[in-house]
């Protein structure tokens, strides 16, 4: 069973859909214990780091994130999912994050160019090196993002993909260990995208 | 590289998709999910559903059609037609929709912009709005006045600065859907389109007029529009997707050419 981990902030309801749409079982759920006794947890999202936050801090689930990755379940990070995984956002006036990753997210600004916020639409992903997860994608295919803010990862060994916006690099993968987090939307990307979902469906949660 | 989209649009009347000019005239286009699913398998990037009866029929959107195309496209899709109040948006997207269109009602209710990207996020917000070319100096400077309604309705209303006000409360993206166009299949209006993206930072999506690539081409070129709404020019056949793709890419311009 698949952990799809309920913040009340996100729209959750594509992703089971997708998970449906490969025969996987999910279940979307705050409870600790599902989460823990899950075979993998996703943290899928749309919405604002500090009401997430405040949220998942309320419902005493940070801690059980740290456990997830402690523990080895596969772990996947969607949009805000990929961003709340590093240690502080600049998002609503600066929220800190649960720190699984060293960095920070930090918010497009367009230099006087004509660049629009949101980054919304289909962007290339550059791969960097193989991951499980991402075994049978073409390297420098488009997935569907929509997001002001990108992560900042100190440390860029974990940095699996990365795209180009606004004149920015940003990782638009990060992958270490058990944790894989897409800025993209791998349940709105088409078969493209599925094929990622299905990757995770059967990954150990080792590279 | 940021592509740009390409986005059908499925007018539904009495759960059937539609096409007519000027919304009238309208012909039988076959079952929206049927639709919907044919143009996510060739290659559309997003989809649009207004379901035009809804306001006229004082009845909320279709979610039961919103559920089944989310059960059969895995790219994003909005509806529109029928969203009066905030649990009409929220019922949209728990059904699986990723963005909801307000048109007449945030001309009507401005707060309910402000509200929805406040509750569910600004990229969930979409702004339609159908502006005409008027002759109304004092009123309109930009040359275009917001219609409501189905075109029925004026509103004094100056398309470019309700674009701005709209932005400024906090929409995600406008859908510019000419008047003077829609359904001629003539080309999109250039000039509206461009006095709209060039004067607000948030995606701007043209709509109306679509009737070969050429249009799509030049409304991404000389407009710098982020998306462009298809309709009749695939509806009755004469163009696929990956045509139309096919002659942007051959024109330089960046769109997603595998699925």
């Not at chain 1, 009401?51 to 402690?70: D, K, W």
């Not at chain 2, 919907?36 to 060739?42: G, L, M, N, P, V």
Request: with cysteine; proline share 4%.
């Amino acid at each position: 069973m698949i952990a799809i981990i309920d913040y009340k902030a996100g729209n959750q309801t594509s992703v089971r859909l997708a998970l449906e749409s490969l025969s996987a079982s999910a279940e979307i759920t705050d409870r600790k214990d599902t989460i823990l006794s899950a075979d993998r947890v996703i943290f899928p999202g749309v919405g604002a780091a500090g009401s997430a936050m405040r949220r998942i801090s309320e419902s005493g689930l940070i801690e059980t994130i740290h456990e997830v990755i402690n523990r080895g379940i596969p772990f996947l990070g969607i949009c805000l999912g990929s961003q709340i995984v590093l240690e502080r956002s600049e998002e609503d006036g600066g929220t800190d994050c649960i720190g699984l990753v060293a960095g920070t997210v930090k918010r497009f600004r367009p230099s006087g160019g004509k660049d629009k916020i949101p980054h919304m639409g289909w962007n290339s992903v550059e791969l960097l090196r193989v991951h499980p997860v991402f075994a049978g994608i073409e390297n420098n295919s488009e997935f569907y993002f929509v997001h002001s803010y990108y992560p900042v990862p100190e440390n860029t060994d974990c940095v699996l993909g990365r795209t180009n916006y606004s004149d920015i690099e940003f990782a638009s993968v990060i992958a270490s260990g058990n944790l894989v987090a897409t800025q993209f939307h791998p349940e709105k990307s088409g078969r493209i995208g599925l094929h990622v979902l299905e990757n995770f469906c059967r990954w150990s949660g080792k590279c | 590289m940021l592509t740009k989209r390409i986005i059908p649009c499925l007018d539904i009347r009495n759960k059937r998709v539609t096409k007519g000019v000027r919304f009238q005239n309208n012909v039988d286009l076959g079952d929206p999910v049927t639709l919907a699913a044919k143009y996510y398998d060739e290659g559309c990037d997003e989809l649009v559903f207004y379901d035009i009866t809804a306001s006229a029929e004082h009845r909320p959107v279709d979610i039961k059609m919103v559920a089944e195309v989310a059960a059969c496209v895995r790219i994003p899709f909005a509806v529109g037609g029928g969203i009066s109040s905030m649990s009409d948006i929220s019922r949209a997207l728990m059904a699986g929709a990723e963005k909801v269109s307000v048109n007449s009602l945030a001309v009507i209710n401005p707060d309910i912009i402000a509200e929805g990207a406040k509750a569910f996020g600004s990229q969930c917000i979409v702004l339609g709005m159908d502006p005409i070319a008027v002759n109304k100096p004092d009123i309109c400077p930009s040359g275009y006045e917001i219609t409501i309604r189905g075109f029925r309705e004026y509103t004094g209303l100056d398309a470019l600065e309700w674009a701005k006000k709209a932005e400024g409360l906090g929409v995600g993206e406008i859908v510019v859907n000419s008047v003077n166009a829609d359904g001629t299949r003539e080309g999109f209006e250039i000039n509206l389109t461009r006095i709209i993206a060039e004067n607000v930072r948030i995606p701007v999506v043209a709509s109306g007029g679509a009737g070969h690539p050429g249009h799509l081409v030049s409304v991404f070129k000389d407009a710098d529009a982020d998306a462009a709404i298809i309709a009749g020019m695939i509806h009755t056949g004469e163009y696929t997707i990956p045509q139309i793709k096919k002659s942007l890419h051959a024109a330089g311009i960046p769109v997603r050419l595998r699925w």
